[in-house]
């Protein structure tokens, strides 16, 4: 049986040596990932969500692609282009950065809406099109997406439709002073990331993604998901509550997160720990509640307070 503990333990612990104090971010990442979904990392620049993304590339030995988004940015650009061989006389498809096993997608708010739905199309589809002609995605197929909150000039929000294909919503933030000292130490010289190695297979990373499916979750906690993202719908300064997608979204990362504590059932809290990152960035606050400056992570916990936990027997 593959052992999702310790191929998951040794991920996170390889690129803890680049991102310095950020487990729990880390965790939800390498979640993102055993789950075969696309996080979107939500931060200010300079918080390392580059260097998150080239972490975990190389820590699995995947291709990896860096797009910078513009908003003169094609779609093409992302899916590839076909160009006209003269010597051949023949079209060869020339594969864009998409097609690669982990994308990083910087600052994906400032391509415009098509370009946007260029490659939420190659996210959902595991494929791009181009001239007729479908081009599978490899595996694994891992996007990593990030946005600035704080800069509004010159971006395309994305539309809540396109924010509900992201399994995941993860933030880095600032890290506190010993960390930070510690990182100045530690790339005084080079960059760590110049030396991180390999630690697990590409074979075992699609093996522990199919074992992950398999971990066990009663009917007490199925239903406990459903309650939660049934509450979103119905909660008075929700205009929009999370989709069936959502439940999904928990339901798998939950497995994930029991498989990486070496459980092979689910629990209750597994789900709780969960709800915020992959629920959150589903809803749609109502505009009274926006002028409160109510946040839909803050909903979200008083919805946890509130749905009753399950109890008894789990496994």
């Known amino acids: 049986m593959t052992d999702i503990k310790t191929i998951a333990e040794r991920i996170i612990s390889n690129v803890e040596n680049v991102i310095i104090g950020k487990t729990d971010t880390v965790r939800l990442t390498v979640i993102g990932f055993l789950c075969k979904g696309h ?51 023949e079209f060869e498809f020339r594969p864009g950065p998409i097609l690669n096993q982990i994308v990083l997608t910087d600052e994906i708010n400032r391509a415009t809406p098509k370009t946007q739905a260029a490659l939420l199309e190659a996210m959902e589809e595991c494929q791009v099109t181009v001239d007729g002609v479908t081009h599978k995605s490899p595996e694994p197929f891992f996007v990593l997406a990030t946005q600035n909150p704080i800069e509004y000039e010159g971006t395309f929000p994305l539309p809540e439709a396109q924010m ?9 933030g600032y890290p506190d002073g010993h960390d930070e000292i510690r990182m100045l130490e530690e790339q005084q010289v080079i960059h760590p990331i110049e030396n991180l190695k390999k630690v697990v297979s590409v074979k075992e990373i699609v093996a522990a993604q199919k074992a992950v499916r398999k971990q066990t979750i009663s009917d007490d906690i199925k239903r406990y998901i459903i309650n939660l993202v049934d509450a979103t719908r119905r909660h008075p300064e929700v205009y929009l509550g999370a989709s069936p997608r959502g439940s ?26 969960l709800a915020v990152p992959t629920l959150a960035h589903r809803l749609i606050v109502g505009s009274t509640a926006r002028i409160r400056e109510v946040d839909a992570r803050a909903i979200i916990n008083e919805i946890l307070e509130q749905v009753i936990v399950p109890g008894g027997e789990v496994a």
């Open 39 to 89: 996080v979107l990392i939500e931060d200010v620049p300079g918080t390392g969500k580059t260097m998150l993304a080239k972490s975990i590339a190389k820590s699995i030995g995947c291709s990896f692609s860096r797009i910078q988004f513009t908003p003169d940015m094609l779609p093409s650009d992302i899916t590839g282009v076909s160009i006209f061989n003269q010597k051949t006389r």
């Open 164 to 172: 509900d294909r992201f399994l995941l919503r993860v933030n880095l």
């Open 248 to 273: 999904l979204a928990l339901f798998r990362t939950s497995q994930a997160l029991a498989a990486i504590l070496g459980r092979s059932y689910v629990i209750p809290d597994d789900v709780k720990r």
